[in-house]
């Protein structure tokens, strides 16, 4: 049983550089998310998702962005990075959003 | 969405009994409350999830007083693999599309 899966595990960028952080669930949920942690704190909402189609901001959206063409996937879009931007990244699903399922993280550092 | 309080951090022997508390003021009539637990460098686990009186799993027990302006986890005899980070989150089902964690409590269990 895959669940939501990340990728890459581990990444360092330049600041400046874009990349992609991929997300895939094999749970047909409806509902997705990407938070971020900062060391010793608390998970922060990036993006979320209710469905195909349909995104919105959590409550630190700025530098980010997503889209959800399908059901099975979620990527988040970092452009332009920023030393800020240096954090643990986790996706989750959910089938109705009241239960989250989480994926191994991805630990980002821009240098 | 309710916001929630929860201590900061807590500590334990092994083979107590740990109970977390978390205050909700605002919860309202059709949240329900979901306790997480997180390891260091993984993603948070689904513990338990109730909406009134008491639930129990093979895991934790969760008691929420009739006015559900707080619940507690339980945590029977608990051992050094318990350490961890513990949130608690209240959001409804189907409404509910966006799940926003607090800090959590740190429970360190020491031998």
């Known amino acids: 049983n895959a669940g939501v899966t990340q990728t890459p595990k581990f990444r360092i960028l330049k600041i400046g550089q874009s990349m992609t952080l991929q997300c895939t669930q094999d749970?047909?949920?409806?509902?997705m998310y990407w938070y971020r942690q900062d060391p010793g704190m608390g998970l922060k909402l990036i993006y979320y998702?209710?469905?195909?189609?349909?995104?919105d901001k959590g409550e630190v959206p700025n530098g980010y962005n997503v889209s959800r063409s399908t059901t099975e996937d979620f990527p988040l879009r970092l452009e332009l990075a920023a030393p800020s931007q240096t954090s643990v990244y986790f996706c989750?699903?959910?089938?109705?959003?009241?239960?989250?399922?989480f994926g191994s993280g991805t630990q980002l550092s821009v240098l | 969405l309710a916001k929630t309080t929860q201590p900061v951090s807590m500590d334990s022997y092994e083979g107590q009994e740990v109970n977390i508390t978390c205050s909700h003021n605002?919860?309202?009539?059709?949240?329900?409350i979901t306790w997480y637990q997180q390891f260091p460098s993984q993603g948070p686990r689904f513990i338990i999830q109730?909406?009134?009186t008491k639930v129990t799993n093979e895991v934790a027990s969760l008691f929420i007083p009739a006015d559900r302006k707080s619940s507690t986890l339980s945590l029977p005899r608990v051992s050094l693999s318990d350490t961890a980070v513990y949130y608690c989150?209240?959001?409804?089902?189907?409404?509910?599309?966006?799940?926003?964690f607090g800090t959590g409590t740190r429970l360190q269990v020491f031998p």
């Open positions: 989750a699903s959910s089938p109705r959003g009241e239960k989250l399922f």
């Open positions: 749970m047909n949920h409806n509902y």
């Open positions: 998702s209710v469905g195909a189609g349909i995104t």
């Open positions: 605002n919860i309202a009539t059709n949240d329900y």
């Open positions: 109730g909406y009134k």
């Open positions: 989150l209240v959001g409804g089902y189907l409404d509910t599309d966006k799940l926003i």
